[in-house]
């Protein structure tokens, strides 16, 4: 299988250079053709425009910031979907919502091309590390020609059901992280507001039952209240937006929705999801 990809950001540059080192022949596309350097140095192609990678690839993937990017990038100004696709499969690993997945499922489909929706959990240390967890939606027999790629960009990946199916599932563990940061933002505050070292106080959380890679990760930024970005909040306010919209209206759901949306407006969306302790702390 020769890979296409489009999309050089934070997640998809470690992704992509995982697939050269296990030995895929790959060319990129990227609307900053810049950020395709470092890959380019290690073996891969480039073309100037996305629909240029069909005479390269038997795969195309995305890993791109949102459902505008993925719509111009497939239907839009960048117009990826041409009849020299037929045949082949596009693959998008970025996070939209599941109406946008099937979106691009109808589209690919007119084109004679097979998709998955397949977005990942996991930031951008387990994409280094080929760690990501990967939610498919699309037709079984596609996830099962394409499963060894997922082996080499994930540590587990499983086919959930229809088109749309992976985008789900990804907005429901994105709003359990969304909680989870939150939940641990304010505990170390109100601890904190009660005279208890926030050091101490997250000792307690790491070592107890509720202690996660999450709090232990997060762990140091806290302490250092310094949020450089593992996963960018910007992307967790739009996951709690698209969840929203999607019929997440629980009392926790709406909270943090409205939580991260008061993040963005105060300007930490390039900062880390944790810097929403900002918001508590006024740090
Ligand atoms: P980044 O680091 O913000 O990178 C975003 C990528 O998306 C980058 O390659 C952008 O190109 C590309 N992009 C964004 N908008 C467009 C449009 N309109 N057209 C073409 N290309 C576009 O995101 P991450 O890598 O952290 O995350 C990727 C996904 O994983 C996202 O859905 C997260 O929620 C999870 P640029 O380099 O700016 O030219």
């Known amino acids: 299988m020769k890979i296409g990809w489009i999309g050089l950001g934070h997640m998809g540059i470690p992704m992509a250079a995982n697939l050269l080192k296990a030995g895929y022949q790959l060319t990129v596309w990227n609307r900053n053709p810049q950020k395709a350097q470092e890959l380019l140095d290690m073996g891969a192609g480039i073309v ?19 459902d505008q990017a993925v719509k111009d990038i497939y239907t839009g100004q960048y117009q990826l979907l041409t009849p020299e696709a037929e045949g082949k499969i596009v693959i998008d690993m970025s996070t939209v919502s599941p109406e946008t997945s099937r979106f691009l499922a109808e589209q690919s489909a007119k084109h004679q091309l097979s998709f998955l929706d397949a977005p990942v959990s996991g930031s951008v240390q387990p994409a280094r590390e080929g760690t990501l967890i990967i939610m498919v939606g699309g037709e079984k027999s596609v996830y099962e020609r394409v499963k060894p ?5 994930g540590k587990m990946s499983l086919h959930l059901g229809d088109h749309g199916s992976g985008s789900k599932a990804k907005l429901a563990i994105n709003l359990l992280l969304g909680i989870t940061v939150q939940g641990i933002a304010e505990t170390v505050q109100y601890a904190q507001n009660q005279g208890i070292d926030p050091k101490e106080m997250l000792t307690i959380i790491n070592e107890a039952a509720v202690g996660s890679a999450i709090s232990r990760g997060k762990t140091p930024s806290i302490l250092a209240g310094e949020y450089p970005a593992a996963f960018p909040l910007k992307h967790m306010a739009k996951d709690l937006r698209l969840a929203h919209e999607s019929g997440a209206l629980s009392p ?12 963005l407006q105060a300007g930490h969306g390039d900062e880390d999801v944790m810097a929403i302790m900002r918001l508590l702390n006024g740090k």
Do not use: C, G, N, R
């Open 149 to 153: 790629l997922f082996d080499v960009l």
């Open 252 to 263: 926790l759901a709406e909270s943090v929705y409205a939580s991260y949306q008061a993040a």
């Open 48 to 66: 100037e425009k996305p629909a240029d990678l069909w005479k390269h690839s038997d795969v195309v993937i995305t890993m791109v910031s949102d």
